[in-house]
């Protein structure tokens, strides 16, 4: 059993338009950043992208978003981002706002097999209109449903052929639930090693839940804003 493909344009080579896709990452911290590059040069067009941002306007998901291939986009925070705000704001886009904790949540529901779940997140908000609402310890709650992907983009330190997956520290966020939410996982990583060479105790996603893995290359890694300070 062999997962590996030969690099970030075999494995979008199926992703038509219309596709919902999952993308890993929190803030510009463990991105699928030459699955995003590539799906920028194949242009495939009106994508749902779920991700807990929307990057920046000249790196990340913002690159899908300056050429217009996204329609709409689900997420808990998008203020570092102009060109979203202006897609948005001439209403270019569709946006889905969530709870960064709902978000979560509705992702590892939708890798469980859980339909749904209640939360009181959002009660009393725009948040809850048209939602089913129940008490629970004298507490509202509100019905939210999971959710999935036709495609899940990861990034992760190392995986084998196998597709067992590494991540490093918190590079590991919101990639390790959206590998198991997705109809098919593809993951890029650092470094692909030899069969063995993961201790099994320390595999943070089994290869049951990767479709393809590639060996990424050119990382830039780039930071959101860099801050420094006088010694």
């Not at 979008?12 to 919902?20: C, L, P, R, W």
């Not at 992760?156 to 997705?182: E, P, Q, S």
Request: aromatic share 8%.
């Amino acid at each position: 059993m062999d997962k590996r493909v030969a690099g970030a344009d075999a494995a979008i080579a199926g992703i038509q338009d219309g596709a919902t896709i999952l993308l890993g990452g929190f803030g510009l911290c463990g991105i699928p950043e030459n699955l995003i590059a590539a799906l920028r040069t194949k242009g495939t067009k009106n994508l749902t992208l779920v991700s807990n941002n929307a990057g920046i306007d000249d790196f990340g998901i913002g690159l899908l978003l300056q050429s217009k291939q996204v329609k709409k986009m689900i997420a808990s925070y998008v203020g570092e981002n102009k060109t979203f705000e202006q897609l948005a704001m001439t209403k270019e886009i569709e946006v889905e706002l969530n709870p960064q904790g709902t978000l979560a949540e509705r992702i590892r529901c939708g890798g469980a097999g859980i339909p749904a779940f209640f939360t009181p997140t959002g009660y009393g908000t725009m948040a809850a209109e048209g939602k089913e609402v129940r008490d629970f310890n004298g507490r509202p709650h509100i019905l939210v449903p999971s959710l999935r992907g036709d495609f899940a983009f990861i990034k992760a330190y190392k995986g084998d052929r196998w597709g067992n997956l590494v991540f490093r520290k918190t590079a590991r966020n919101y990639n390790a639930i959206m590998a198991t939410a997705a109809n098919y996982t593809i993951a890029e990583v650092e470094e692909i090693v030899d069969l063995g060479k993961l201790d099994p105790d320390c595999i943070h996603t089994p290869g049951i839940f990767v479709d393809a893995i590639f060996q990424g290359s050119s990382y830039v890694k780039r930071i959101e804003r860099r801050t420094v300070r006088k010694r």
